[in-house]
């Protein structure tokens, strides 16, 4: 029997493994094993309701706070968590109809009064938590209309609010009112499992919740009964640590290991290897305008810099990925472009640009751009090093660094611009793009910030053209084809500027203990009621 599962898509995989989703779990049958254990590669940023769109930064955390729907992992479909139905009531409003008899881990009855408030504070302009980053055109807003129902409002047209409230995880009021400050390390939701406790570099932890509505609930998602009694997420940011805690038995799943780590697994008898496409990227992003040096404002030199990286072996060099079609994301994603290609490795015509900015006067010689990486990030130290040798081979100076989430972090926020003037960097960094539609990347790479107010959406942008963002923002408030259409012109139009180059499109991968089923994604996530364990 092969170990290694490459799989082109989720139902493939469940087709695979064998699993069947479940419509009433065990009622009150308690847990039959112990803790599942999951390597994974980082510390999360925070346990925060506001965080539970993250998997990457805050893996695991959906098995303790839910969201009022969700992506089914296996059909890519809307599926009812927290509210049982839902509805358009027009271009910027949503209304939910909210589950009866869910109990908050702090024994908080949750309301449709308990839903708005927690969905207006997550998304509140004011509050600025990081879920802005995947904010539309206007501001997001709830209000209870009565005891069952909930009203979810845009300030302006949103196609995508549906997605948007798929990310946004429900906590107690109590929390809310009482120690809000709380929120970002306690949380405090309905899930399947209580969060236990956080031991800072080391693990989160959760327990059972014996009183999940999912238990007596016929349309309870997943595609298992809870089957582990606890929960424990190791932070283990080496490739190699976490394949060790696999092997060792230490760890019943871990994250993101290496292709040459599934290869092996083939000829392992305790654990395998399943891997399967995401909507994650790996990216190089240069900085343009703003407070950037000047010089990475001259077209020649961009061009340059993006002709130097062989994009391919960048893919090699990563493994378990394939060379993304010149755009942040997959085909199928709307306003994917297909005249849009890989941007071309030529090294001749790299230093044939160079060479005509230094007639011109330009210190292209006096160049020297950082190239730099988050360490949580697999493999991100030979892709600097190779991006950084590929740009000395055309004759372009560099700085390489792989930097700690808290120093790479804040420099790459609207309030790190200002901090480093003249500043010369390319962050090569990750990013996912789960809602499928190119207007959520549009917006959070390219719209210009405003230098003076780290809030909303486009905070980590570096890019500022006025006839771009007028451009956009009619296009994020557009429906059905004429969407796709402006889509498609607005990513053509980012290409050819040379703002970000996409690197690699990359599949995932997990170390799975043999005789447990795991179902996931593209967004990969960790959910226990999604790890089956054999018969």
């Not at 055109?137 to 409230?165: C, M, N, Y």
């Not at 889509?487 to 599949?507: S, W």
Request: one cysteine or more; a negative charge; hydrophobic letters at 40%.
């Amino acid at each position: 029997m092969t170990k290694y599962y490459s799989v082109a898509s989720p139902i493939t995989f469940v087709l695979v493994a064998g699993i069947i989703a479940f419509s009433n779990p065990a009622l009150h049958a308690e847990p039959d094993r112990g803790t599942l254990v999951v390597a994974v590669n980082q510390e999360p940023q925070d346990l925060a309701a506001q965080g539970a769109y993250k998997e990457i930064n805050a893996p695991g955390l959906r098995n303790v706070l839910e969201t009022l729907i969700a992506v089914d992992p296996v059909s890519g479909e809307f599926i009812p968590v927290l509210a049982t139905a839902w509805e358009r009531v027009d271009g910027s409003t949503l209304r939910f109809t909210i589950r009866e008899g869910v109990t908050f881990h702090d024994g908080t009855a949750m309301s449709a009064e308990a839903v708005a408030e927690s969905v207006s504070w997550v998304w509140s302009a004011e509050n600025a938590f990081t879920i802005q980053e995947y904010a539309g055109p206007g501001e997001i807003s709830a209000v209870a209309i009565d005891d069952a129902t909930v009203e979810v409002r845009s300030s302006e047209q949103d196609p995508l609010l549906e997605f948007r409230l798929s990310l946004n995880g429900i906590s107690s009021p109590t929390q809310l009112a009482e120690n809000p400050a709380r929120h970002f390390d306690t949380p405090v939701g309905t899930g399947p499992y209580r969060f236990v406790e956080w031991q800072h570099g080391q693990y989160w932890s959760a327990t059972y919740n014996p009183d999940w509505w999912g238990l007596n609930a016929g349309d309870a998602y997943g595609t298992s009964k809870p089957a582990f009694s606890d929960l424990k997420f190791v932070f283990r940011s080496e490739d190699a640590a976490r394949v060790a805690m696999v092997e060792s038995g230490e760890a019943q799943l871990a994250m993101f290991p290496s292709a040459d780590d599934c290869a092996r697994a083939a000829e392992a008898e305790s654990y395998n290897c399943v891997t399967g496409p995401s909507t994650t990227y790996l990216y190089g992003r240069l900085d343009h305008s703003l407070h950037a040096d000047e010089r990475l404002s001259d077209p020649r030199i961009r061009e340059a810099v993006f002709s130097a990286i062989d994009i391919a072996g960048i893919v090699d060099l990563y493994g378990m990925a394939s060379v993304p079609q010149g755009q942040l994301g997959a085909k199928g994603t709307i306003g994917f472009n297909d005249a849009v290609g890989p941007y071309a490795y030529d090294l001749a015509h790299a230093m044939s640009l160079l060479d005509q900015a230094r007639a011109d006067g330009v210190d292209v010689d006096g160049l020297e751009i950082e190239i730099v990486g988050r360490d949580t990030t697999p493999r991100i130290k030979p892709i600097v090093e190779a991006l950084g040798a590929m740009l000395g081979m055309a004759g372009i100076g560099t700085d390489i660094r792989v930097q700690t989430p808290a120093e790479f972090n804040p420099r790459v926020r609207i309030t790190g611009y200002s901090n480093e003037p003249g500043r010369q960097m390319m962050q090569v960094h990750v990013k996912q793009n789960p809602s499928g539609d190119y207007g959520l990347l549009l917006l959070s790479n390219y719209a210009c910030p405003n230098i003076d107010d780290p809030t909303g959406p486009s905070r980590s942008s570096v890019y500022c053209d006025e006839e771009f963002d007028s451009s956009l923002f009619e296009a994020l408030a557009s429906f059905g084809e004429e969407r796709g259409v402006r889509m498609r012109e607005l990513v053509q139009y980012v290409h050819d500027r040379h703002l970000v180059v996409p690197l690699a499109l990359l599949d995932r991968g997990h170390l799975v203990e043999a005789g447990l089923e795991f179902t996931f994604g593209t967004d990969h996530r960790i959910q226990a009621v999604y790890v089956k364990p054999g018969s």
